[in-house]
């Protein structure tokens, strides 16, 4: 049985841990269509991946002690892990939760459901560092999504594997954010500065080795890689 639960790295106390709910493979998305003048559907591939429910089940000695569980777990930009495993999990907030109280009227059965982000991440994230052109290695099954650090002044142009990146001007470092949903280009003072993003799309590093190539004014980049599996 897990006995642990982590949410943003902080040990989850005051229960105990009855069952984490299953694990799943993330699912590709795809739609089905209605091919006319035949009888035959067309399934096209979205280039995304589907999350999963996933049910925890704890037990809680006081009845006030649920409403500070679910408080931390409904909060904003979570992740939780289990145990010690090597990965951990982002999730959405809660899609439900419901309580029982035992007939020892002392404990409660508390059950909860989030809604699993696609992807497991490592817990020991990779941060690789040139100051030259070279490669990085993306240790994960499936691409991953980058937050980029560029140190140099004026223009700069960042290949990784096919993609590439021109910023016009450079003053001290920019930051890359390649996250999906949160793809920006951010100033040495962490302010937007999207303005700056000359040519390019934002990074999905392929599994594997990748080519690495630096070139105008760079003078070193950190690659936070954020490895994950499917």
């Not at 106390?13 to 006319?36: A, F, M, P, Q, R």
């Not at 599994?207 to 003078?219: C, E, F, M, T």
């Amino acid at each position: 049985m897990i006995e642990k639960i982590y949410l943003n790295d902080v040990i989850l106390t005051n229960v105990v841990v009855l069952d984490v709910g299953n694990e799943n493979i993330c699912k590709k998305s795809h739609t089905i269509v209605n091919v006319y003048g035949s009888n035959k559907r067309a399934i096209i591939n979205n280039n995304s991946y589907e999350g999963y429910k996933r049910k925890i089940k704890l037990l809680v000695d006081d009845y006030e002690k649920i409403t500070d569980i679910v408080n931390k777990i409904e909060g904003v930009e979570n992740k939780i892990s289990f145990n010690n495993e090597k990965y951990y999990y982002k999730y959405d907030c809660l899609n439900g939760w419901e309580n029982v109280r035992l007939k020892d009227n002392k404990h409660y059965i508390l059950d909860i459901e989030l809604y699993i982000h696609p992807f497991k991440y490592f817990k020991e994230d990779t941060v690789e560092t040139l100051t030259s052109s070279g490669t990085i290695n993306n240790i994960g099954n499936v691409y991953c999504e980058p937050r980029i650090t560029i140190y140099g002044e004026g223009s700069c142009k960042l290949t990784i594997g096919e993609q590439s990146i021109v910023l016009k001007s450079v003053e001290e470092k920019a930051v890359i954010e390649c996250e999906h949903g949160k793809q920006n280009v951010l100033n040495k003072d962490g302010e937007l500065n999207n303005s700056n993003l000359e040519k390019g799309e934002f990074f999905e590093i392929k599994s594997g080795v990748n080519a690495v190539v630096l070139r105008g004014n760079i003078r070193r980049v950190d690659i936070e890689m954020r490895c994950r599996n499917r």
